[in-house]
């Protein structure tokens, strides 16, 4: 009698498996997400009739021993090298995530353009598009004329024999693995089975064959790579490529890396003939200032080991709603709401009565809590109406007390603030030491945000007959 499938229900965000439907995932939380799917070849019983497999002894290695850096290939992209860490590791698997229309496939060709074009055998494999769809795409990017071999296949075993026939190719790319499907899982394409499954053949084939592999991914609406979270333990590396349809600036990010840094950041500009490499970011956001506006403060954040400057706009409103808005683009909003309720408790900025609104210019995200006194400056900017100086930078960080905290790295804050003309600084007291390292910068030190908050409602004005009032005895 033939032996039936077991079948159970598998939830597409997370990957847990449940032996009945359910509406809810209990892992993850997520709705109607369960979908029926064959455990495929997946025994937890050895099968009768089949005597059990004898496992192999292996050998032990020493903790101690020669240790060498792993051999990269650079990919000719500045940008991208630096956030993989120097280029791309023999035997390593990157997945790649963004929004659709983002630019990874973009970016993706113009890499493997690069490689071939240095000697080294590269295989676009697409599963979305057709092989006219990419040279379309290729002509566009000037690259048509570069020896990219393509192909458009969604068999992972029809993939496999291919690559392996001939010389190893030194970097594959496959868009994306959503589409791919093995005929060792009886499952739909794009499916959690067939995702993980796909991924785990492609992971085999590169650490037994010595080449990198790039591995698209789709994403969901709230950003995260679809599928498994198990794929993005699987692979060696996962980059996002974030960016907003408004703006040109693309920001190719490390969520996860084993051969390099998590913190680096690449910095692309997209224009008609594909994306352009962008070597001085802080220079391009800072680009299209509003000078003289109250409410924007610029930032001096470090992004990996670049200092990297950005503007941050604040607008606080009167509103007539009972629950005040608060809407953030760019940070965190649990760090927006610390430093409201810090204004609030020790600083006497009224602002329970004020919608506020903070955005980060240019489509950056900031992730590092120095940014703490560069947003509050903008916000009492906004709400006292008093413009902060055009060539003052603010960088610290603020803590629940009130006080400003130093932070790592002001020397090279300065240094990159300088460089782009700014004269003044406006840091914590604890970075006093650091005006040697850069003597054309005046430091304004504060211990305090309070101290912050009254030198600019010196300076403020008010909106028709509006007084500006702080406090609530003012």
């Known amino acids: 009698m033939a032996r039936r499938n077991q079948q159970s229900f598998v939830c597409q965000n997370c990957g847990a498996a449940y032996n009945r439907w359910q509406g809810k995932c209990d892992s993850c939380g997520e709705w109607n997400t369960l979908t029926e799917e064959s455990a495929g070849g997946v025994q937890a019983a050895p099968i009768p009739g089949r005597p059990a497999r004898k496992g192999r002894v292996f050998a032990l290695e020493p903790l101690t021993g020669d240790t060498h850096e792993a051999p990269r290939l650079p990919s000719g992209i500045a940008e991208l090298d630096r956030v993989i860490g ?14 659709p229309g983002i630019g990874k496939s973009t970016l993706l060709v113009q890499a493997a353009a690069l490689l071939s074009g240095a000697g080294h055998r590269t295989v676009y494999i697409s599963g979305e598009e057709a092989v006219a769809q990419v040279r379309l795409r290729a002509e566009r990017l000037d690259l048509a004329h570069m020896p990219v071999e393509l192909a458009a296949e969604t068999s992972i075993e029809d993939i496999i024999a291919t690559l392996s026939h001939g010389k190893i190719p030194r970097l594959i790319i496959i868009d994306s693995i959503q589409t791919m499907w093995t005929d060792s899982i009886d499952s739909a394409p794009g ?9 785990q053949a492609l992971i085999r084939f590169a650490k037994r064959a010595g080449c990198a592999v790039i591995l698209v991914g789709h994403v969901t609406k709230d950003g995260q790579i679809a599928g498994p979270r198990v794929v993005e333990h699987m692979v060696d590396a996962v980059l996002s490529f974030e960016g907003d349809g408004a703006h040109q600036f693309r920001i190719l990010r490390a969520v996860k890396n084993r051969f390099g840094p998590t913190d680096e950041i690449g910095v692309f500009e997209m224009t008609g003939a594909g994306l352009r490499e962008v070597a001085n970011p802080s220079e391009l956001f800072l680009s299209e200032r509003d000078l003289g506006s109250p409410g924007t403060a610029v930032f001096a954040g470090i992004e990996g080991t670049r200092p990297l400057l950005v503007e941050i706009q604040a607008l606080a409103a009167p509103t007539s709603l009972g629950t005040p808005r608060r809407a953030v683009v760019g940070w965190d909003s649990s760090r927006l709401a610390m430093v409201l309720a810090v204004l609030e408790a020790h600083c006497g900025v009224r602002l329970s009565g004020h919608d506020v609104y903070l ?63 700014f004269a003044r600084a406006v840091v914590p007291d604890a970075a006093r030491s650091d005006a040697t390292a850069e003597p054309a910068m005046a430091l304004s030190t504060i211990r305090s945000l309070a101290d912050l908050v009254s030198d600019i409602a010196a300076k403020g004005k008010p909106r028709g007959n509006q007084p500006v009032r702080f406090r609530e005895d003012g």
């Open 86 to 99: 120097g280029g791309f590791v023999r035997g390593s698997v990157l997945l790649v995530g963004g929004d």
């Open 191 to 199: 499916t959690v089975t067939q995702v993980r499954g796909s991924a």
């Open 359 to 421: 955005n980060v210019a240019g489509g950056l995200r900031i992730q590092e809590p120095a940014a703490d006194l560069a947003a509050a400056a903008a916000l009492v900017s906004s709400l006292a109406n008093a413009p902060l100086p055009a060539d003052a930078v603010y960088f610290g960080e603020v803590s629940l007390s009130g006080a400003v905290r130093p932070v790592p790295q002001a020397a090279a804050r300065l240094k990159e603030a300088a460089k782009l003309g």
